[in-house]
């Protein structure tokens, strides 16, 4: 069953909405265009408010959704998190689209919200933080992502090694990021 529903939640993840809501508006591959990141960042930047929060609404859904059907299933917590681990592996490595996906932010904080919801609320106070002082949306993700840790350790124990690894990957998806923010030429809103 857990092998199962990390099949279909690597299939789910692989759906990129941004490059679907793209496809379908007639807009740009934004793989292709501004950060050439197809995520709600780069859709804001390409194709405007409503095409952002449609992506971050699917993006969100598919990293929530497996955990929540792995829930249903009687499943562990630990269970849970490597099946949203799968999700968010399928958004970063979307088998529809030749592997080239997103940062997988999103898509981590849906899975966050079914693994255990109060950890969603002091993320995205942080997120909201760094990104208004800052007006830096990677450094907002990179800020924010590891407060969710502490919390997990305590509450959820079991779905802390998911969670350091699901770390580890995000921060290794924003390398490019990082180098830019050292140098000073990371893209600001």
Same mark, same amino acid.
């Given at each position: 069953?857990? #092998? *199962?529903?990390?099949?279909?939640?690597?299939? $789910?993840?692989?759906?990129?909405?941004?490059?679907?809501?793209?496809?379908?508006?007639?807009?740009?591959?934004?793989?292709?265009?501004?950060?050439?990141?197809? =995520?709600?960042?780069?859709?804001?930047?390409?194709?405007?408010?409503?095409?952002?929060?449609?992506?971050?609404?699917?993006? !969100? =859904?598919?990293?929530?959704?497996?955990?929540?059907?792995?829930?249903?299933?009687?499943?562990?917590?630990?269970?849970?998190?490597?099946?949203? *681990?799968?999700?968010?592996?399928?958004?970063?490595?979307?088998?529809?689209?030749?592997?080239?996906?997103?940062?997988?932010?999103?898509?981590?904080?849906?899975? !966050?919200?079914?693994?255990?919801?109060?950890?969603?609320?002091?993320?995205?106070?942080? #997120?909201?933080?760094?990104?208004? *002082?800052?007006?830096?949306?990677?450094?907002?993700?990179?800020?924010?992502?590891? !407060?969710? $840790?502490?919390?997990?350790? #305590?509450?959820?124990?079991?779905?802390?090694?998911?969670?350091?690894? $699901?770390?580890?990957?995000?921060?290794?998806?924003?390398?490019?990021? !990082?180098?830019?923010?050292?140098?000073?030429?990371?893209?600001?809103?």
């Amino acid at each position: 069953m857990v #092998w *199962l529903l990390a099949i279909l939640a690597y299939l $789910l993840g692989s759906l990129s909405f941004a490059i679907l809501l793209s496809q379908l508006s007639g807009g740009p591959d934004p793989r292709a265009c501004g950060s050439g990141n197809p =995520g709600t960042t780069n859709m804001l930047r390409i194709a405007g408010k409503r095409l952002a929060a449609l992506t971050l609404l699917g993006d !969100l =859904g598919k990293g929530l959704l497996p955990v929540l059907i792995a829930q249903h299933a009687g499943l562990g917590v630990q269970q849970q998190a490597w099946i949203g *681990l799968a999700a968010v592996s399928g958004h970063l490595y979307p088998l529809y689209f030749n592997f080239r996906g997103g940062k997988g932010v999103a898509t981590a904080a849906g899975m !966050l919200l079914g693994l255990y919801p109060p950890t969603v609320l002091p993320v995205v106070a942080a #997120w909201l933080l760094v990104f208004t *002082l800052t007006r830096t949306s990677s450094l907002a993700a990179l800020a924010a992502t590891p !407060l969710c $840790l502490p919390l997990l350790a #305590w509450q959820q124990p079991e779905a802390l090694l998911p969670m350091l690894l $699901l770390y580890g990957v995000i921060v290794w998806r924003h390398r490019g990021n !990082l180098h830019a923010l050292f140098a000073g030429r990371e893209r600001h809103f």
